[in-house]
């Protein structure tokens, strides 16, 4: 089992930073796949980033590509989203992921990932 917590999320004006941490604990290896989340208001599930938890193999969703930064800390057991130039339509809740496998086209879908955190709230005001 993996256990995933993330940390990091709030209230910003559009343009503003985040950073989104998850603190990952259990049975976790460095050829796994990690990743976030994220679920507006009324919006389903979509995969925001991805990456293997020892490095490389980086994906990112059209919509966050030059704004969002996902890196890793294997040593640290520690995933994060560095969130630039935020817009009102980023707010949504924010979800970390992991997979026992390594990253590949399967990660757009939800239902494929193995393990998830609990949320954090992320908040863009215009």
């Known amino acids: 089992q993996v256990q995933l917590v993330e940390s990091g999320g709030g209230s910003v004006q559009a343009g503003g930073s985040l950073r989104l941490s998850c603190a990952a604990s259990g049975h976790t290896y460095s050829t796994m796949c990690v990743g976030w989340f994220r679920q507006g208001p009324g919006k389903q599930r979509e995969r925001v980033a991805s990456i293997l938890f020892n490095g490389g193999n980086t994906h990112y969703a059209d919509s966050v590509k030059g704004r969002f930064t996902i890196s890793q800390n294997y040593t640290k057991s520690t995933l994060y989203l560095q969130m630039n130039s935020l817009k009102p339509e980023d707010s949504a809740i924010f979800y970390c992921?992991?997979?026992?496998?390594?990253?590949?086209?399967?990660?757009?879908?939800?239902?494929?990932?193995?393990?998830w955190g609990q949320g954090t709230q992320v908040t863009v005001s215009s």
């Open positions: 992921a992991a997979a026992r496998r390594f990253c590949g086209p399967w990660s757009l879908r939800d239902a494929e990932w193995d393990y």
